[in-house]
């Protein structure tokens, strides 16, 4: 290597590794993994035996994608509750490397214990991110903290010389958010949500603030937690902020898109990233939708190892044009949410675009009402904004019925509620409900 770093990376031998050091490298790291956590996290100890396979049988990562069974939620789940384990067999360590225990959000059902440890791997992967929208050493970032509280400590993040200017993730937080952007001009966001994005919005109506101004200093803000609406994306926009979506990466890290915005990167060095057959266990080709699986590499506390994420994403391992060769994914939503009306298959997200169309129905607020993963029609909840009524409820459910139909070549069956209705309960609503 020459002595000059490539300044548009964080860190360049590993982001723009070639596809057969990230293999050899994922390869090193299972060798090592699969004994580890075979020995000592009860929960891997217990699938492997099930499924008649030990690390003796794991020789290459050829093997591994050959012979490791799967765990998924349920998994864990089960082994907590059968065993009385809170860390659901997972864990393979103890105090004091072993920090405490973290939750999934319980979107699909009851919460899965996920054992942490003090430093994250997370964090290594946000150096990344922020260096890409364009933090340097010295430079702050407001660090709206959201899930991550592992980031707390300063000490984090010496090696990188950002400068963290942490506040909660609150609506309540807004004026102080507007506040230390003014005042310590910081380089990045991270991150904003939907709620947190609706309290700036009416920080600034209440108050006439020149949002532009005091968000000037920033490359970039992340959001994350969901899909993001074109509504909200030309809100955030108006701002003067370019937004970079991120997501979780089946709980072991995150995945965050780059200036290129065609895909969310996830990093290969920190998992081993896997897209399968929804229904079985072939891999999926480049490009297509599969379901994400993922190990993790760099974890000594909990590793899951190869963790069906219940996420559908398009995948591909194409160098991306902003030089990183990790690879790129999109979602497309979860496999429990898919509903197939007459052969085809219906996701939330398609939903989205849809409803958009409609003035009254442009906050995309909707639910698809499943009993079983296949059916005889499309049925949905929709929220309206009554204000925005061009003329009755009925003609308005006609003319929904009609353009999903028409869109989607299937029946289409409409029950219109207040958009209040549907917001009530909290910010975030279900998308996918029981009759
Ligand atoms: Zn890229």
């Not at 054992?115 to 994250?120: D, F, G, L, M, Y």
């Not at 709206?144 to 609150?170: C, I, M, Y």
């Not at 995309?364 to 009524?389: C, H, M, N, P, T």
Request: hydrophobic residues 40%.
């Amino acid at each position: 290597m020459s002595g000059l770093k490539d300044d548009r990376y964080f860190d360049a031998d590993v982001e723009t590794m070639s596809r057969e050091q990230i293999e050899q490298l994922q390869e090193a790291r299972i060798l090592q993994l699969v004994p580890y956590a075979y020995q000592r996290s009860p929960l891997v100890r217990a699938v492997w035996e099930e499924a008649g396979v030990t690390p003796a049988d794991i020789r290459s990562l050829a093997d591994f994608k050959a012979k490791a069974p799967f765990i998924d939620k349920d998994t864990i789940r089960q082994f907590r509750d059968r065993h009385g384990d809170p860390f659901g067999g997972l864990a393979c360590a103890t105090a004091p490397h072993l920090r405490g225990v973290g939750f999934t959000s319980g979107t699909t059902g009851d919460p899965t214990p996920l054992p942490r440890a003090e430093e994250h791997i997370t964090l290594t992967a946000l150096k990344r991110e922020l260096w890409h929208i364009g933090v340097r050493s010295g430079d702050y970032f407001s660090y709206a903290l959201f899930t991550f509280r592992e980031g707390l400590n300063s000490d984090k993040w010496l090696d990188s010389g950002f400068r963290p200017v942490t506040l909660q993730h609150l609506p309540s937080e807004v004026p102080h958010l507007i506040e230390i952007s003014r005042r310590l001009r910081p380089k990045a966001l991270f991150m904003i949500s939907t709620p947190l994005i609706m309290a700036i919005d009416q920080y600034q109506k209440n108050t006439g603030t020149d949002l532009r101004e005091a968000f000037s200093s920033y490359r970039g803000a992340v959001f994350g937690g969901e899909p993001m609406s074109p509504a909200l994306r030309s809100l955030v926009q108006s701002w003067g902020l370019e937004i970079f979506e991120l997501t979780s990466l089946g709980d072991i890290s995150t995945a965050m898109e780059c200036r290129a915005h065609d895909g969310m990167h996830a990093w290969e060095d920190l998992a081993l990233v896997e897209h399968l057959d929804p229904d079985g266990d072939q891999e999926a080709a480049d490009g297509t939708r599969g379901e994400l699986v993922v190990t993790a590499l760099a974890d000594d506390v909990a590793p899951l190892i190869r963790f069906r994420t219940d996420d559908l994403v398009s995948l591909t391992r194409e160098t991306c044009s902003c030089g990183r060769t990790h690879c790129r994914m999109k979602l497309l939503g979860r496999k429990s949410d898919e509903l197939i009306v007459h052969g085809r298959s219906v996701m939330p997200l398609d939903l989205f675009p849809l409803l958009q169309q409609f003035p009254e129905t442009q906050a995309g607020l909707f639910q698809i009402v499943k009993a079983q993963r296949e059916a005889e029609q499309l049925r949905l909840r929709v929220g309206y904004d009554a204000s925005a009524l061009a003329t009755s409820e009925a003609e308005l459910s006609e003319r929904i019925v009609g353009g999903l139909a028409a869109a989607l070549d299937i029946p289409v069956r409409v029950e219109l509620l207040r958009s209040e209705e549907l917001t009530k309960s909290g910010h975030k609503i279900p998308r996918v409900i029981k009759p």
